[in-house]
């Protein structure tokens, strides 16, 4: 009898742990922690506790093309592309991390300013901001295969292994068909306060998209499902008063190396990419 009450015991002690507050907010290492899951109220409506704000440690340091206003930066497989803006300096590029180097370019014609970038199989696919046209090449060679058109500005671009997700600098976040690159859905981004707006460079991350916004230091963790933001990232101070000298822009440009659960950022014109891990606030 008293080994029996010694057992049922224990194992209250077990099911009291795991279901204790203490265990829920145990962040994993994996997918560069966890953003507050979507609750489901009675009704079908749905709303996030209070939404965690996480800071960074800065892991790796890596140099960046100063000339480089960054629009769209993806990391596939080890290589980092990225894109960059401004009529005239667009262009498409393969980097070398550790270098900072241009492997390879292909320069957009000074009509159009290059947006947000994202690796699709074989194919990289290019957005510019207010001309309405996309670009797709091939991912080895560069080479032009085809353009398309779309209705709104083009901002960032990032996909879920099932649609292109596109934004376009308001709340809204557009899925596209990534084989006939017209619009399937979208979604609005809101938090407490309402819509967010100026969603800029995407990055798609273990089943939530990332998304900076646009002339802040901060990253929203958004949920692809209900548009709900999850999760804030604050990463001011990242690039310190000495970098921040003229003509260093904005805060731009988001890459996750999923077979490593790496995370960059750098920004437009930063002199330095930074490789950070994720750490929550109290």
Known sequence: MLRRQILLSFILTLVI?????????????SCVNAAAPILTRPGGTTTPPSIPTFTYKVVNTYPHDRAAFTEGLELDNGVLYEDTGLNGQSSLRQVDLSSGKVLQSQALSSEY?????????????????QSHLGFVYDKASFKLLKQFNYPTEGWGLTHDNTYLIM????????FLDPNTLQEVKKIEVRDARGPVVNLNELEYICGEIFANIWQTDQIARISPETGQVIGWIDLSG??????RIPPV????????????????????????????????TP
């Not at 934004?167 to 557009?174: A, K, R």
């Not at 990242?238 to 970098?243: F, G, H, N, P």
């Open 113 to 129: 300013f290059g947006e947000g970038i994202t690796v699709w199989k074989d194919q990289i696919i290019q957005l510019t901001w």
């Open 249 to 280: 822009d904005v805060l731009n440009g988001i890459a996750y190396d999923a077979a490593h659960d790496r995370l960059f950022v750098t920004g437009k014109l930063w002199p330095k990419l930074f490789e950070i891990t994720l750490t929550s």
């Open 17 to 29: 742990t795991a279901c204790s507050p203490a265990a829920s907010t145990t962040f994993p290492k």
């Open 238 to 243: 990242l690039l310190s008063a000495q970098d």
């Open 167 to 174: 934004s376009d600098g308001t709340p809204v976040i557009h």
